[in-house]
T-cell receptor, first 115, second 117 residues
Framework: AQSVTQLDSQVPVFEEAPVELRCNYS??????LFWYVQYPNQGLQLLLK??????LVKGINGFEAEFNKSQTSFHLRKPSVHISDTAEYFC?????????????FGGGTRVLVKP | DAGVIQSPRHEVTEMGQEVTLRCKPI?????LFWYRQTMMRGLELLIY????????DSGMPEDRFSAKMPNASFSTLKIQPSEPRDSAVYFC???????????????FGEGSRLTVL
């Protein structure tokens, strides 16, 4: 089984400041890693994912994340946030050998960007 | 593409009533997922289908919950009888596993917000 821990439930940040959202996972098997974003009153959408290759992954809207296997982490970063980045962000994992795209999600981190 | 379509967007019902939530996945996707989101429990996977066949329903909370996928373009999640603790946002998502690059990319609907009084 897998589990995902997002260490911060809420992160307030000023516009144009950097932000880092922390994600740690636990798994007995190798996993793929994902970040999803949920804007108010909407479904989740994929920000970025790590399947293989370079451990630094770039996604949409200027976000990036780095996979650290030794620390079992996949932290999400953005160097300069906008008001429109106010949303909830979910880290997720999926076993590499499992059939299907069954994801286990973390509890989410709410980002509130202040002017 | 229209994306994943869910209905109704909002439902308010009384305890004991039957609730049916509907989902139309993206055409060509071979996986369909039902998730439930609450403040207390976050996002929970209830059940998922592959090629219309239920693969894992271990997340379905009780026998009051049932899900069907009669064909590739339609799925339902039914709660009978409903209880106040079922109040949540229910999301349907679909995905394709046919290409490596699409792994893990779930396309979510906008959700059905259920309130059981």
């Amino acid at each position: 089984a897998q589990s995902v821990t997002q260490l911060d439930s809420q992160v307030p940040v000023f516009e144009e400041a950097p932000v880092e959202l922390r994600c740690n996972y636990s798994s007995s098997v190798s996993v793929y890693l994902f970040w999803y974003v949920q804007y108010p009153n909407q479904g989740l959408q994929l920000l970025l994912k790590y399947l293989s290759g370079s451990t630094l992954v770039k996604g949409i809207n200027g976000f990036e994340a780095e996979f650290n296997k030794s620390q079992t982490s996949f932290h999400l970063r953005k160097p300069s946030v906008h008001i429109s980045d106010t949303a909830e962000y979910f880290c997720a994992v999926s076993p590499t050998k499992a059939a299907g795209n069954k994801l286990t999600f973390g509890g989410g981190t709410r980002v509130l960007v202040k002017p | 593409d229209a994306g994943v379509i869910q209905s109704p967007r909002h439902e308010v019902t009384e305890m004991g009533q039957e609730v049916t939530l509907r989902c139309k996945p993206i055409s060509g996707h071979d996986y369909l997922f039902w998730y439930r989101q609450t403040m207390m429990r976050g996002l929970e996977l209830l059940i998922y289908f592959n090629n219309n066949v239920p693969i894992d329903d271990s997340g379905m909370p009780e026998d009051r919950f049932s899900a069907k996928m009669p064909n590739a373009s339609f799925s339902t999640l039914k709660i009978q009888p409903s209880e106040p603790r079922d109040s949540a946002v229910y999301f349907c998502a679909s995905s394709s596993h046919r290409e490596f690059s699409l792994i893990g990319e779930l396309f979510f609907g906008e959700g059905s917000r259920l309130t059981v009084l």
